[in-house]
């Protein structure tokens, strides 16, 4: 189910459009103000955002600004009819589109399902940053270097190769197998010992050596990597 976000002051328009998405089979978050809308843009993660211009305190410019630098939300701006300049600006700003007000709820409701579509597949974050982080650990997969604040550490290939593995999938259990046919390839399949040789040698050059847990054991089924504070 997709999840759009409402930004709108006005309480009865708000409800209205709840309602509307509500019965289109969209599950519905409200913020009533700029503030609100970038906090909920961030913990409930909606497909699209319909966006009120004219909000109390941060205004509706400035949200989709903001919005913009971090991700490619999908955003449908509401503009009052004779406002050419906030309608230019918000475009300028990056909605995607723009309906006045008034309209009709038919014609919002089609511009949602086109900018839903529109929506690029989200990139798959272990594939495509070039700089992992965790905590104050670094790993940079162009110049395949690895600081611990500004500390270059000395890596083998392999050690770099594991621990880019472990870091692009954060907080998630690996098996042993998995590391080894990930890292090492099928032609070390079965030998997993090799996988507890560098989580060793990895833990003497991380966690022992800056006090830190960072690549955790999880019994019957490998390591994560978790970055704490010792
Ligand atoms: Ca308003």
Not at 46 to 53: A, E, F, I, N, S
Not at 91 to 98: P, T, V
Not at 126 to 138: C, R, V
Not at 190 to 209: A, E, P, Q, S
Request: hydrophobic share 40%; glycine share 6%; aromatic share 6%.
């Amino acid at each position: 189910m997709h999840k759009i976000l409402v930004v709108e002051d006005e309480k009865k328009i708000a409800r209205y459009l709840q309602l509307e998405l509500t019965h289109e089979g969209y599950a519905v978050e409200i913020a009533y103000d700029g503030r609100e809308a970038l906090e909920k843009h961030e913990r409930e993660k909606p497909d699209l955002m319909v966006l009120d211009l004219m909000l109390p305190g941060l205004s509706g410019i400035e949200v989709c600004r903001r919005i913009r630098q971090k991700d490619g939300l999908p955003i449908i701006m509401l503009t009052a009819k004779d406002d050419v300049s906030d309608k230019v600006m918000g475009l300028d700003m990056g909605a995607d589109d723009y309906m006045t007000k008034p309209f009709a709820i038919e014609e919002l409701l089609a511009r949602i399902r086109v900018a839903l579509k529109r929506r690029p597949a989200p990139p798959d974050e272990a594939q495509s940053a070039h700089i992992l982080t965790s905590g104050p650990l670094t790993l940079d997969r162009d110049s395949r270097s690895v600081h611990w604040n500004q500390e270059l550490i000395q890596l083998t290939k392999k050690e770099f190769d594991l621990l880019e593995h472990l870091m692009a999938h954060q907080n998630v259990a690996l098996s042993r197998d998995d590391l080894l046919s990930k890292v090492w390839g099928y032609e070390y399949s079965g030998d997993t010992n090799v996988v507890d040789v560098y989580i060793r040698y990895l833990r003497l050059k991380l966690d022992d050596h800056y006090h830190v847990k960072l690549i955790h054991t999880i019994r019957g089924v490998g390591y994560l990597l978790k970055y704490e504070e010792a």
